[in-house]
T-cell receptor
């Protein structure tokens, strides 16, 4: 099961793009990259996921490198409400599909 | 869409009592639901996987007789903390997996305080 590595914390200025990196060098071919975030004292919120291609939705963009060993979550215009812990998670293999294993994540603080 | 609710949002109980937490998928059917626990300043830890109509699968180190899970319908799973003790005080979060899509959607969590 692939594990992920994320920076412990990041600061971002309000209105600017926030680029959150994630390394998953041992990812296997059938594993997806999921991003969730958790605002203090709330349940995690799904952001986006992808397999090989870059993905974009109303919340964020996900850029996955060609070798799939790393990815970047992009919040295009960070707001104060984007302050949260962001988790990059790689979906486990088919035998235990759906058992998301949360790491420590990246604490993102958006400042005015 | 894909909304998951939990009830209650917080509960305070005396040591030795049992507490039931409900997790509902409001606008979709979930064949699989998951229960997590989160202690302060720590990440989420998976406790068990709940499949509709079958027994839950517990993670290593989680006592199945203490944390009873029932998944009686495609929209409801319950977690009962039996004979709760202060060390069971935590933030309990459920998630539901959307059928045909691996994405999990999380509930808002239930904060349990055992006195």
């Amino acid at each position: 099961d692939a594990k992920t590595t994320q920076p412990t914390s990041m600061d971002c200025a309000e209105g600017r793009a926030a680029n959150l990196p994630c390394n998953h060098s041992t990812i296997s071919g059938n594993e997806y990259v999921y991003w969730y975030r958790q605002i203090h004292s709330q349940g995690p919120q799904y952001i986006i996921h992808g397999l090989k291609n870059n993905e974009t939705n109303e919340m964020a963009s996900l850029i996955i490198t060609e070798d799939r060993k790393s990815s970047t979550l992009i919040l295009p215009h960070a707001t104060l409400r984007d302050t949260a812990v962001y988790y990059c998670i790689v979906d486990l293999n088919a035998d235990s599909w759906g058992k998301l294993q949360f790491g420590a994540g990246t604490q993102v603080v958006v400042t005015p | 869409g894909a909304v998951v609710s939990q009830h209650p949002s917080w509960v305070i109980c005396k040591s030795g009592t049992s507490v039931k937490i409900e997790c509902r998928s409001l606008d979709f059917q979930a064949t699989t639901m998951f229960w997590y626990r989160q202690f302060p300043k720590q990440s989420l830890m998976l406790m068990a996987t709940s499949n509709e109509g079958s027994k839950a699968t517990y993670e290593q180190g989680v006592e199945k007789d203490k944390f009873l899970i029932n998944h009686a319908s495609l929209t409801l799973s319950t977690l009962t903390v039996t004979s709760a003790h202060p060390e069971d005080s935590s933030f309990y979060i459920c998630s539901a997996k959307l059928a045909g899509d691996g994405t999990q959607y999380f509930g808002p969590g239930t904060r349990l305080l055992v006195l």
